[in-house]
């Protein structure tokens, strides 16, 4: 039975050991409320692409991006003894849109069906041509 896309599995183990870690050993105050919601490994495994979330404005957001960029040696380092690979790979972290972007989808949709739930237009009832 097939065990999967290696690179998959690899992205799976590293978005839940990157998650323990963050919560466990880095005390940096500036990550704040990060969640990490998918994480993409290039084929051969040399680069990780972890994106993240995180809950605050955009003052909140930008430090949790420098807090991570700081951290990410830190957390390459621990990830090498955790993960069986030949070679740990680089943590490049990348802020997920795609929450907002479904946030902004919705409130187009509500806007549209609340347009939409208004009184019945009037028929026509003027003269009938000929």
Do not use: C, N
């Amino acid at each position: 039975m097939p065990q999967g896309y290696r690179p998959d599995r690899v992205a799976d183990q590293i978005r839940a050991e990157v998650s323990v870690m963050l919560a466990r050993e880095v005390h940096d105050p500036g990550i704040g409320f990060t969640t990490f919601t998918w994480v993409k490994v290039s084929p051969d495994l040399q680069v990780a692409r972890v994106y993240y979330t995180v809950l605050g404005d955009a003052k909140a957001r930008k430090d949790a991006g420098r807090a991570l960029d700081r951290a990410s040696a830190f957390l390459r380092r621990h990830l090498a003894g955790r993960l069986r690979l030949r070679r740990a790979p680089e943590l490049v972290f990348e802020y997920d849109e795609s929450i907002a972007r479904g946030e902004r989808i919705e409130q187009i949709i509500q806007e549209l069906h609340g347009a939409s739930t208004g009184p019945p237009p009037e028929p026509d009832r003027g003269e009938p041509s000929e």
